[in-house]
C-alpha cells in the first residue's frame, strides 16, 4: 500500500463530526465491526454526506491513521535531539508523549487497538508501515548522539526508543492502576515521570554513573 500523504483538514463541521463519531467506532468495534452507516448514525448525518467526504471506510479508517502518525513526526519526533541536551531531550519528548496520549485518547486507543488485533482490511500495512517509519526517525535521532559523542556509542538506539516508547504507552493504558499503586507514585504527575525516565535511560541503574542527580533534574 502506498504510503498516504496527510491531507488537509476538511473544514466542514460534518466532516468534523464523522471523524469524530468514526474514531470513537474504530476504536470500541474494530474496522470490521463499524459500517458507514454506524458512521453516519453516531455523527447525526446522513450515509451519503459521509461518502461526500470519505469515498470509503477504508479511505476514512486511513485518513485517521495517517493525520495520527502524521501528528507524531511533526510534534515529537523534532523534540527528541540527541546532539545537545540529550537529557533534556528524553524528559521533555517523554512529557509530550504522554499529554499527546492523553489528549487524544480516542486516536490512541483506535491505534493500539489496530497494533494488538489487525483486523483483516483495517488497514494494518499502513500502521506497520507509517509507525516503523517513526521509530526509525526516533532512532536516526540517536545514532546522530552516537556519531557526535552525546550518546554511549555501545548503546542499542532501537532498544532504547522501544523502551521509551512503551514506558508512556504503558503509563497511558493504565493510569488507573499506576495511580493507586504506590511503587509507582512518581508516574502519577507526566513532569516527574519523564524527568525518572530520562534519567534512568540516559545514566542507567549503575552506581556512580551519574554526577548529580539534583543537578540533573
Same mark, same amino acid.
Given at each position: 500500500?502506498?504510503?498516504?500523504?496527510?491531507?488537509?483538514?476538511?473544514?466542514?463541521?460534518?466532516?468534523?463530526?464523522?471523524?469524530?463519531?468514526?474514531?470513537?467506532?474504530?476504536?470500541?468495534?474494530?474496522?470490521?465491526?463499524?459500517?458507514?452507516?454506524?458512521?453516519?448514525?453516531?455523527?447525526?448525518?446522513?450515509?451519503?454526506?459521509?461518502?461526500?467526504?470519505?469515498?470509503?471506510?477504508?479511505?476514512?479508517?486511513?485518513?485517521?491513521?495517517?493525520?495520527?502518525?502524521?501528528?507524531?513526526?511533526?510534534?515529537?519526533?523534532?523534540?527528541?535531539?540527541?546532539?545537545?541536551?540529550?537529557?533534556?531531550?528524553?524528559?521533555?519528548?517523554?512529557?509530550?508523549?504522554?499529554?499527546?496520549?492523553?489528549?487524544?485518547?480516542?486516536?490512541?486507543?483506535?491505534?493500539?487497538?489496530?497494533?494488538?488485533?489487525?483486523?483483516?482490511?483495517?488497514?494494518?500495512?499502513?500502521?506497520?508501515?507509517?509507525?516503523?517509519?517513526? *521509530?526509525? &526517525? !526516533?532512532?536516526?535521532?540517536?545514532?546522530?548522539? %552516537?556519531? +557526535?559523542?552525546? #550518546? @554511549?556509542?555501545?548503546? /542499542?538506539?532501537?532498544?532504547?526508543? *522501544?523502551? &521509551? !516508547?512503551?514506558?508512556?504507552?504503558?503509563?497511558? %493504558?493504565? +493510569?488507573?492502576? #499506576? @495511580?493507586?499503586?504506590? /511503587?509507582?507514585?512518581?508516574?502519577?504527575?507526566?513532569?516527574?515521570?519523564?524527568?525518572?525516565?530520562?534519567?534512568?535511560?540516559?545514566?542507567?541503574?549503575?552506581?556512580?554513573?551519574?554526577?548529580?542527580?539534583?543537578?540533573?533534574?
Amino acid at each position: 500500500m502506498a504510503r498516504p500523504t496527510r491531507r488537509p483538514r476538511p473544514p466542514a463541521p460534518g466532516a468534523r463530526r464523522i471523524e469524530t463519531a468514526a474514531r470513537r467506532l474504530f476504536a470500541n468495534r474494530g474496522f470490521a465491526g463499524t459500517s458507514m452507516a454506524d458512521i453516519a448514525s453516531a455523527a447525526g448525518v446522513s450515509k451519503a454526506t459521509v461518502f461526500h467526504h470519505y469515498r470509503s471506510k477504508r479511505r476514512l479508517y486511513e485518513s485517521l491513521v495517517g493525520d495520527a502518525f502524521a501528528g507524531f513526526r511533526e510534534q515529537l519526533v523534532p523534540l527528541l535531539n540527541a546532539e545537545g541536551d540529550v537529557q533534556g531531550s528524553l524528559r521533555e519528548f517523554a512529557a509530550a508523549h504522554v499529554e499527546r496520549l492523553t489528549r487524544m485518547q480516542g486516536t490512541m486507543r483506535l491505534i493500539a487497538r489496530e497494533m494488538l488485533s489487525g483486523d483483516a482490511g483495517s488497514g494494518d500495512d499502513l500502521v506497520s508501515g507509517e509507525m516503523s517509519r517513526n *521509530f526509525s &526517525l !526516533l532512532v536516526e535521532a540517536l545514532r546522530r548522539g %552516537q556519531a +557526535s559523542g552525546t #550518546v @554511549r556509542a555501545d548503546a /542499542d538506539p532501537g532498544l532504547a526508543i *522501544f523502551l &521509551l !516508547l512503551c514506558s508512556s504507552w504503558f503509563v497511558f %493504558q493504565t +493510569s488507573a492502576l #499506576v @495511580r493507586r499503586n504506590p /511503587d509507582l507514585a512518581i508516574a502519577a504527575s507526566t513532569d516527574t515521570y519523564a524527568a525518572e525516565l530520562a534519567r534512568l535511560l540516559y545514566f542507567g541503574l549503575a552506581p556512580g554513573a551519574e554526577p548529580d542527580v539534583k543537578e540533573s533534574s
